[in-house]
């Protein structure tokens, strides 16, 4: 019974089920009403055995009732069916044979098993129906078997009654179970096309404005692209790069971010043509495509347009903002027809326009093109540099400006290339950062600078310190806390007198990342130095946070400092604030005396630069060092 109730349940939904329960139900307590008015009407009319067979029938039924609450719905079926079947088979038999009434019940019986009942009970009652009509048959043409007479009264044609409006009672069920699965199924494709509708729509399109992504932004160009050909005109792709959504986002949270952007992405649907395209690719930023454009058409005035737009204040949180934006323009065919490429060749062009001072717009043209692929190779023989030998670092000294004595030294990354010679910072620095190298990079230059620091002690030079740049993309993603530490560990020197130096923008920086390495950092005992102060941002509220040690007063402010009396009097504002908060200062790029004589008198603390000595090979740093005593 346990297994055949399992053979119910697998593969039904439960609305199968549901139905199931409840017509069986029904033509159960159908059938019992059947039974008793053709009970009582075959004993009004003397027909006991009739009478008393139904009544077993009516009896026996109960069992159909209780397999159905069990919800052994094919069991129930089989044996209200089968029972059935029998009944009118005994009709058959013991009334007016094959032109007996009960021969009506046939039909109903094999219509109701096959639409409750499975596959197996409607082939095996419909063998059992022909099978005792041909019995039934052959026993009368042999005289093996004589039924009554055939009659044809008014209690014929009530049963007749009886049976029919039985069997269309079942037929008006299964018909309305019928109609009712295919509206349930008919409901349930509805709802599996809006599902897939919105599948598409997410796979599509961007969660946060709705504007279409990368994905779809392809397609669309594919379809413009193949319009535009036809007709003779151009498609042109505009990346566009937010300039100020970085601050935006740290200063007011992601939430006034998200809310940036979708302002944003509002004003640019709302500026461009109904035949234009809008999308996001993630971040701040945005690609506009716009077909069917005249051959030579230039759309300067149009991407001026979205810079327009864009440069309109917004509210939000109660802070009035003003956006800019830099753009990149690639044309297609003349740029390119395939999508990927004329994308790249807009993110050149808007890169492009971001060097130039950003909020401006671009055309990609071929140099640009030859500069990225110069970068690409400037970046894969850096890697080659970094396993060989080609990269050395060079030792700046820094003096004491009082005693005149040597105090400690910066390292300076240098790169010998094996064609192309030196190659100076300010062309590979940046590609490092971009590219992420410099995270390798750095742990090498921390390895070198600390183990040379270990082996200046060694030839008697003890108590420099050494100041090594680090980037911020070593601070996020590089372990430079570990990076460290192994170092310090290793060249065995006290921690007090590794400097790192860093940017006045790093500050600025927001970030667990970033302030777990640096408080990490302090743990471990370094110190910290802001490179190029006074630049940048100039925090004072940073400097007192993360705990910096030493200022180093950028080189534009020192060349002048004897010519321009504003310059002067910034300097002396740095060196007098470092003082007050008990800050170290090291002035670089002094070249004369004079200007190193003119730091000394305004109390900076250190001084660097030519006026000294060059940066210059560990060899020849120990040879200096050992010379000023």
Same mark, same amino acid.
């Given at each position: 019974?346990?297994?055949? $109730?399992?053979?119910?349940?697998?593969?039904?939904?439960?609305?199968?089920?549901?139905? $199931?329960?409840?017509?069986?139900?029904?033509?159960?307590?159908?059938?019992?009403?059947?039974?008793?008015?053709?009970?009582?009407?075959?004993?009004?009319?003397?027909?006991?055995?009739?009478?008393?067979?139904?009544?077993?029938?009516?009896?026996?039924?109960?069992?159909?009732?209780?397999?159905?609450?069990?919800?052994?719905?094919?069991?129930?079926?089989?044996?209200?069916?089968?029972?059935?079947?029998?009944?009118?088979?005994?009709?058959?038999?013991?009334? %007016?044979?094959? /032109?007996?009434?009960? &021969?009506?019940?046939?039909?109903?019986?094999?219509?109701?098993?096959?639409?409750?009942?499975?596959?197996?009970?409607?082939?095996?009652?419909?063998?059992?129906?022909?099978? #005792?009509?041909?019995?039934?048959?052959?026993?009368?043409?042999?005289?093996?078997?004589?039924?009554?007479? &055939?009659?044809?009264?008014?209690?014929?044609?009530?049963?007749?009654?009886?049976?029919?409006?039985?069997?269309?009672?079942?037929?008006?069920?299964?018909?309305?179970?019928?109609?009712?699965?295919?509206?349930?199924?008919?409901?349930?494709?509805?709802?599996?096309?809006?599902?897939?509708?919105?599948?598409?729509?997410?796979?599509?399109?961007?969660?946060?404005?709705?504007?279409?992504?990368?994905?779809?932004?392809?397609?669309?160009?594919?379809?413009?692209?193949?319009?535009?050909?036809?007709?003779?005109?151009?498609?042109?792709?505009?990346?566009?790069?937010?300039?100020?959504?970085?601050?935006?986002?740290? #200063?007011?949270?992601?939430?006034?971010?998200?809310?940036?952007?979708?302002?944003?992405?509002?004003?640019? &649907?709302?500026?461009?043509?109904?035949?234009?395209?809008?999308?996001?690719?993630?971040?701040?930023?945005?690609?506009?495509?716009?077909?069917?454009?005249?051959?030579?058409?230039?759309?300067?005035?149009?991407?001026?347009?979205?810079?327009?737009?864009?440069?309109?204040?917004?509210?939000?949180?109660? $802070?009035?903002?003003?956006?800019?934006? #830099?753009?990149?323009?690639?044309? +297609?065919?003349?740029?390119?027809?395939?999508?990927?490429?004329?994308?790249?060749?807009?993110?050149?062009?808007?890169?492009?326009?971001?060097?130039?001072? /950003?909020?401006?717009?671009?055309?990609?043209?071929?140099?640009?093109?030859? %500069?990225?692929? +110069?970068?690409?190779?400037?970046?894969?023989?850096?890697?080659?540099?970094?396993?060989?030998?080609?990269?050395?670092?060079?030792?700046?000294?820094?003096?004491?400006?009082?005693?005149?004595?040597?105090?400690?030294?910066?390292?300076?990354?240098?790169?010998?290339?094996?064609?192309?010679?030196?190659?100076?910072?300010?062309?590979?620095?940046?590609?490092?950062? /971009?590219?992420?190298?410099?995270?390798?990079?750095?742990?090498?230059?921390?390895?070198?600078?600390?183990?040379?620091?270990?082996?200046?002690?060694?030839?008697?030079?003890?108590?420099?310190?050494?100041?090594?740049?680090?980037?911020?993309?070593?601070?996020?993603?590089?372990?430079?806390?570990?990076?460290?530490?192994?170092?310090?560990?290793?060249?065995?020197?006290?921690?007090?007198?590794?400097?790192?130096?860093?940017?006045?923008?790093?500050?600025?920086?927001?970030?667990?990342?970033?302030?777990?390495?640096?408080?990490?950092?302090?743990?471990?005992?370094?110190?910290?130095?802001?490179?190029?102060?006074?630049?940048?941002?100039?925090?004072?509220?940073?400097?007192?946070?993360?705990?910096?040690?030493?200022?180093?007063?950028?080189?534009?402010?020192?060349?002048?400092?004897?010519?321009?009396?504003?310059?002067?009097?910034? &300097?002396?504002?740095?060196?007098?604030?470092?003082?007050?908060?008990?800050?170290?200062?090291?002035?670089?790029?002094?070249?004369?005396?004079?200007?190193?004589?003119?730091?000394?008198?305004?109390?900076?603390?250190?001084?660097?630069?030519?006026?000294?000595? /060059?940066?210059?090979?560990?060899?020849?740093?120990?040879?200096?060092?050992?010379?000023?005593?």
């Amino acid at each position: 019974m346990a297994s055949e $109730h399992n053979s119910d349940q697998a593969g039904r939904s439960p609305l199968v089920r549901q139905l $199931h329960h409840e017509r069986l139900n029904q033509m159960f307590w159908a059938l019992q009403i059947f039974l008793l008015v053709a009970t009582v009407q075959s004993m009004s009319l003397g027909r006991v055995s009739s009478a008393l067979a139904m009544a077993v029938a009516a009896g026996l039924l109960f069992l159909s009732l209780w397999l159905v609450r069990q919800q052994h719905y094919q069991l129930a079926a089989t044996w209200m069916l089968g029972l059935m079947t029998g009944l009118c088979y005994y009709f058959l038999w013991s009334s %007016d044979g094959l /032109r007996d009434e009960a &021969v009506l019940g046939y039909p109903g019986i094999l219509v109701v098993a096959s639409i409750i009942g499975n596959r197996r009970i409607f082939i095996g009652l419909l063998a059992v129906m022909i099978g #005792s009509l041909l019995v039934l048959g052959g026993v009368n043409s042999m005289g093996l078997h004589q039924t009554r007479p &055939v009659e044809s009264n008014i209690n014929v044609a009530i049963l007749l009654v009886l049976i029919l409006l039985t069997t269309a009672y079942c037929i008006r069920l299964l018909v309305n179970d019928i109609r009712h699965l295919v509206t349930e199924l008919n409901e349930e494709n509805q709802r599996r096309r809006e599902s897939q509708a919105q599948v598409e729509a997410l796979v599509n399109h961007d969660s946060l404005t709705g504007l279409p992504n990368r994905m779809l932004a392809a397609e669309q160009f594919e379809l413009m692209l193949r319009h535009s050909e036809r007709e003779g005109q151009s498609v042109a792709l505009l990346f566009i790069d937010l300039d100020n959504f970085k601050p935006i986002n740290d #200063s007011l949270g992601h939430g006034a971010g998200d809310e940036y952007l979708i302002q944003i992405a509002q004003r640019l &649907v709302d500026e461009v043509r109904t035949s234009d395209a809008v999308s996001r690719f993630g971040g701040d930023e945005f690609v506009v495509l716009m077909p069917d454009l005249p051959p030579g058409e230039s759309i300067i005035s149009r991407a001026d347009e979205l810079l327009q737009t864009l440069r309109e204040p917004m509210m939000l949180q109660g $802070h009035e903002l003003t956006t800019t934006a #830099s753009i990149g323009i690639a044309i +297609a065919p003349a740029d390119g027809t395939d999508f990927a490429t004329l994308l790249s060749k807009a993110d050149m062009a808007m890169y492009e326009s971001k060097r130039a001072g /950003r909020d401006g717009i671009r055309y990609y043209n071929t140099s640009m093109n030859n %500069d990225a692929q +110069a970068q690409v190779k400037l970046i894969s023989d850096l890697r080659k540099a970094l396993h060989g030998n080609e990269l050395s670092l060079h030792y700046q000294p820094k003096v004491d400006l009082k005693t005149g004595k040597l105090c400690g030294c910066e390292a300076l990354l240098r790169w010998q290339h094996p064609t192309r010679g030196n190659v100076p910072p300010i062309e590979f620095i940046s590609l490092a950062e /971009r590219s992420g190298l410099i995270i390798e990079i750095g742990m090498w230059v921390m390895q070198q600078a600390t183990g040379a620091l270990s082996r200046f002690d060694s030839v008697g030079l003890p108590g420099l310190t050494m100041a090594v740049n680090v980037s911020s993309l070593q601070f996020k993603r590089g372990n430079l806390d570990r990076v460290v530490e192994q170092a310090l560990t290793e060249s065995g020197i006290e921690p007090h007198r590794l400097e790192i130096e860093i940017t006045e923008s790093m500050l600025m920086e927001p970030g667990d990342d970033i302030d777990h390495t640096f408080h990490r950092l302090q743990a471990l005992g370094v110190t910290f130095s802001i490179d190029d102060f006074g630049t940048g941002y100039s925090n004072l509220g940073y400097l007192n946070k993360m705990k910096i040690g030493t200022l180093k007063i950028d080189r534009s402010f020192v060349s002048q400092l004897q010519l321009s009396p504003q310059d002067t009097a910034i &300097v002396t504002a740095i060196i007098q604030m470092a003082n007050s908060l008990n800050l170290t200062t090291v002035a670089e790029g002094a070249e004369t005396q004079a200007e190193a004589e003119l730091l000394a008198r305004l109390g900076c603390t250190q001084g660097q630069g030519y006026y000294w000595a /060059r940066p210059m090979p560990e060899a020849d740093f120990i040879k200096f060092a050992l010379s000023r005593g």
